[in-house]
C-alpha cells in the first residue's frame, strides 16, 4: 500500500500549471553503511494528476494499493538539499500497481503424457531405498 502525503504544483511546457501526488511507501529499516545502524526511511513517487489544488488537499491521507519501486533511467544530476552535494543518478522511484508488482506465475505444461507405473511405488508405506 502507499499513502497519498501531500501534492505540489508543476509547470508545462507552454506555462500551464497542474498537480502531481505525492506518494509515500511503507516504513523500511535501512542499514547504514557509514555507521553500521539502521535507520528508517519510505520510498516517495510522484504522479501527475487532472486535479485542482481542492480535490488534492481532500486526498491527503488517502491509501492505494501497489508499490514504490525502483526504475533505471538515463543518468541524470541530483543536488542533495542537506548539504549541496550534486551527484548523478541513474534510477528513478515510479510507483506501480499491485497487478504490475505480482510475479506472473507460469504454468506448467507437459510435453509428453507421462503416466506413472504404480508397480514402482511401495504397497507397504514403508520406505525402501532401491538395491
Known sequence: MVRIVNYKERQKEDGT????LELQGGIE???????????????????????????????IGTEMPGSIIKEDCEPFEYVVKETGEE????????????????????????????IADSDVFSQNGILEHAE
Open 87 to 114: 551527484i548523478t543518478l541513474s534510477h528513478r522511484w515510479v510507483y506501480v500497481t499491485e497487478d504490475a508488482v505480482k510475479p506472473k506465475q507460469e504454468t506448467f505444461v507437459p510435453k509428453h503424457n507421462i
Open 17 to 20: 500549471s497542474f498537480f502531481v
Open 29 to 59: 529499516m535501512v542499514l547504514s553503511k557509514v555507521t553500521g545502524n539502521f535507520y528508517a526511511t519510505a520510498k516517495k513517487a510522484y504522479i501527475p494528476s487532472t486535479f485542482d489544488e481542492q480535490v488534492c488537499t481532500g486526498l
